[in-house]
């Protein structure tokens, strides 16, 4: 039997046809977009930026992010992960790496579930959307992950911006690395931030280009769709751009090549800032030539990748000098 959208389109007249198709065009994306994960870098890119910050910490911020994360309850999946002759001081420094990967293990932990709607990207409108109990909350919380600001290119009114999201969460985290609170608090919230620090500075994490055809915004580009061989969309180049090879020991070897970030920009710890510059650079370097306007199909040029790649390794040495800054300074 026919679906009624489709009956409706064999019986309508061609202006009508044409219309109907844009609709049924138009809830196919949003459908795709609601089912596309939210993740930001993929694990080499988080372990990279955990990897900087470790080099960087004083000898008390590394006894003390070593004795929290002994409490995360995933801690024993992460030795396995480490090549059984590595040494303790490397080893140590591989479980802060691994570490930075926890928020997105999680998703694929049974023991967690998924709130919120929009497959778990929006949050759920009560009071847990943004509570901070530590380990005994096995909410998923992937609307943490990102800060969906919009923008538009064709006057599409701009939707409001979801809360709590990546921003406030850093920002509450924060407070509790300079508090007299719980340890076991602490290396929740710890594990947490190792991770969004990271999303934070990740172009796709900071927006939605909100358009006609998507006016709830594309997630990030989530819902821009790019011609194979490659990547689906264009979050997922984004995640993928430092390339493949998710072990601790291939992220370590790849920090050699990150550029050293400005003094003063490794020493802006302001939030707000961090997100506007990650705002800025998701509407000037992620959204240009060959990505245009609509939801693609587009091919992405050779200059396009090679320009995406030294800004993510810019991006992911001065997430870890932050990291390290803050953590020496802010943890008690």
């Known amino acids: 039997m026919e679906q009624p959208l489709l009956l409706a389109m064999s019986e309508a007249n061609p202006v009508e046809e044409a219309k109907m198709r844009t609709i049924l065009i138009a809830v196919c994306m949003v459908m795709l977009i609601v089912a596309s994960p939210a993740s930001a870098w993929n694990g080499k890119g988080h372990m990279m930026i955990a990897a900087v910050a470790y080099n960087k910490l004083t000898p008390q911020a590394k006894n003390r992010v070593d004795a929290l994360l002994l409490l995360n309850p995933d801690r024993d999946n992460w ?21 930075a990967t926890w928020a997105d293990r999680i998703k694929s932990d049974t023991d967690y579930f998924t709130d919120g709607t929009h497959n778990g990207n929006r ?3 009560d009071p847990s959307a943004s509570q901070n109990i530590g380990y005994d909350d096995l909410a998923r919380h992937k609307y943490w992950h990102f800060e969906d600001v919009p923008f538009t290119q064709d006057n599409t009114p701009l939707p409001t911006v979801p809360t709590p999201n990546v921003r406030t969460q850093m920002n509450a985290f924060r407070e509790v690395f300079a508090s007299n609170k719980p340890d076991p608090l602490k290396s929740y919230n710890l594990s947490w931030f190792l991770h969004l620090i990271g999303d934070a500075h990740q172009p796709l994490h900071c927006t939605t280009r909100v358009s006609f055809t998507l006016p709830g915004g594309d997630d990030g580009g989530n819902g821009v769709k790019l011609n194979s061989p490659g990547p689906a969309n264009l979050h997922s180049f984004w995640d993928g751009v430092l390339g493949g090879g998710n072990s601790p020991v291939t992220a370590l070897n790849a920090i050699s090549t990150l550029p050293s970030p400005s003094i003063s920009a490794a020493n802006d710890l302001d939030v707000d800032h961090w997100m506007n510059e990650c705002f800025g650079a998701a509407k000037h370097a992620t959204y240009k030539t060959p990505i245009g306007a609509g939801a693609g199909p587009f091919t992405l ?3 396009y990748k090679t320009t995406a790649l030294k800004l993510a390794q810019k991006r992911i040495a001065l997430a870890g000098a932050r990291l390290a800054k803050i ?3 802010e943890l008690k």
Do not use: G, W
């Open 327 to 329: 953590l020496n300074e």
């Open 123 to 125: 949050p759920p409108d």
């Open 301 to 303: 040029t050779p200059a």
């Open 79 to 99: 030795i396995d992960l480490i090549p059984d002759n590595t040494s303790a001081a490397t080893k140590k420094m591989m479980i802060f790496m691994i570490a």
